[in-house]
T-cell receptor, first 111, second 113 residues
Framework: EDKVVQSPLSLVVHEGDTVTLNCSYE??????LLWYKQEKKAPTFLFML????IEKKSGRLSSILDKKELSSILNITATQTGDSAIYLC???????????FGTGTRLTIIP | DGGITQSPKYLFRKEGQNVTLSCEQN?????MYWYRQDPGQGLRLIYY???????QKGDIAEGYSVSREKKESFPLTVTSAQKNPTAFYLC????????????FGPGTRLLVL
């Protein structure tokens, strides 16, 4: 059974701090790892990491895939209150046509 | 505007009642999905469909049923057999075999009276 674990479950930091969110996985035939941000309702896509694209960056957000350790991190630098959200990690395994999600990390940024 | 719509936004269910959640997309996506989200549990897959008139069970299909009569529509019925239906339900769609294109609807919150 495919498994995705995220840590920490929740995190509270002050505005301007840097945070690192973790995602580890156990799947058969890994294909890709995806990060989403969920503020109030629908998750929105952030990054997709694959064997051929193990590092992605967009503004203050960046993510790295470690295929050896079967894990990924999502970094957010100079955090802002608008970064407060649940961050979801999901893994796609080949042949399944579906994503397995982790429990998410609830990030709260204090002004 | 292309996107996914879910209705209703809130739904109340009485004991022993079946209720149906609507999901419609105009993105011309072949694949559609239903997820359930509970606090601290992330998203869990209920059912998914890759083509009209065909669908597969996800990880927590018991107590739910779906149909896919049209490409644009993938309604979810929460049956009376689902003993703990209170949750946030998310519908998504994607281009076939392209998980990174999975686009989510705004969700329906189901509450039991």
């Amino acid at each position: 059974e495919d498994k995705v674990v995220q840590s920490p479950l929740s995190l509270v930091v002050h505005e301007g701090d840097t945070v690192t969110l973790n995602c580890s996985y156990e799947v058969t035939n890994f294909r890709s790892l995806l990060w989403y941000k969920q503020e109030k309702k629908a998750p929105t896509f952030l990054f997709m990491l694959t064997s051929s694209g193990i590092e992605k960056k967009s503004g203050r957000l960046s993510s790295i895939l470690d295929k050896k350790e079967l894990s990924s991190i999502l970094n957010i630098t100079a955090t802002q209150t608008g970064d407060s959200a649940i961050y979801l990690c999901a893994v796609e395994a080949g042949g399944n046509e579906k994503l397995t999600f982790g429990t998410g990390t609830r990030l709260t940024i204090i002004p | 505007d292309g996107g996914i719509t879910q209705s209703p936004k809130y739904l109340f269910r009485k004991e022993g009642q079946n209720v149906t959640l609507s999901c419609e997309q105009n993105l011309n996506h072949d694949a559609m999905y239903w997820y359930r989200q509970d606090p601290g549990q992330g998203l869990r897959l209920i059912y998914y469909s890759q083509i009209v008139n065909d669908f597969q069970k996800g990880d927590i299909a018991e107590g739910y049923s779906v149909s896919r009569e049209k490409k644009e529509s993938f309604p979810l019925t929460v049956t009376s057999a689902q003993k703990n239906p209170t949750a946030f339900y998310l519908c998504a769609s994607s281009i076939l075999d392209r998980a990174e294109t999975q686009y989510f609807g705004p969700g329906t919150r189901l509450l039991v009276l």
